[in-house]
């Protein structure tokens, strides 16, 4: 997987290969108080019914830059993702924006970390988007959101 610190080569419980930092310490520095606070903004704007073009415009550059927590689970047929089904019935790949937000649910899953861009790639006709601290304040990110944006 990559390194949330310097987009290195890091494995679970290993140092990163570039900048030597440790899984656990690169895992626990992961934050988002910026997305965090924009997904409140958003929220309030539209109770308010006030336009939020501006607010999703800056959560899209946040999110490009980013890494996020993907639960993971190895099995004997490769890797499975921790997925939720939305409102509309529909599945989600569930993703994090800090290891306290993805400890709230506490799955036997295991923390990695990916950029957004690697996160997107993993997207397929079968998911139609991300839900986003799922055990938390969620935020649902959907495939129509996703097109326009990236």
Same mark, same amino acid.
């Given at each position: 997987m990559?390194?949330a610190k310097?987009g290195g $080569?890091?494995?679970?419980n290993?140092?990163? $290969? *570039?900048? %030597?930092i440790?899984?656990?310490e690169?895992?626990n520095? =992961?934050?988002? &108080?910026?997305i965090k606070?924009?997904?409140k903004? =958003?929220? *309030?704007?539209?109770n308010?019914?006030?336009?939020?073009?501006m607010?999703e415009?800056?959560m899209?550059?946040e999110?490009?830059?980013?890494?996020?927590?993907? &639960?993971?689970?190895?099995t004997? *047929?490769?890797?499975d !993702?921790?997925?939720?089904? %939305? &409102?509309?019935g529909? $599945? +989600?790949? !569930? =993703?994090?924006t800090d290891i306290d937000e993805?400890k709230l649910g506490n799955v036997?899953m295991t923390?990695?970390? +990916?950029?957004?861009k690697?996160l997107?790639?993993?997207l +397929?006709? +079968?998911l139609? %988007?991300?839900i986003?601290n799922?055990?938390?304040e969620?935020? =649902?990110? $959907?495939?129509?959101?996703?097109?326009v944006y990236?």
């Open positions: 990559i390194c310097c $080569t890091i494995h679970i290993e140092a990163c $290969t *570039k900048c %030597g440790a899984y656990d690169m895992i520095s =992961i934050e988002h &108080p910026e606070r924009l997904f903004t =958003i929220e *309030k704007r539209q308010n019914h006030e336009d939020i073009l607010e415009s800056l899209a550059c999110l490009l830059n980013s890494s996020m927590i993907l &639960p993971i689970r190895l004997d *047929k490769g890797m !993702a921790l997925q939720i089904p %939305g &409102p509309d529909k $599945t +989600n790949l !569930a =993703i994090f993805f036997d923390p990695v970390t +990916n950029s957004w690697l997107m790639n993993l +397929n006709d +079968n139609n %988007g991300f986003i799922v055990f938390g969620a935020v =649902i990110f $959907t495939r129509q959101f996703l097109d990236f």
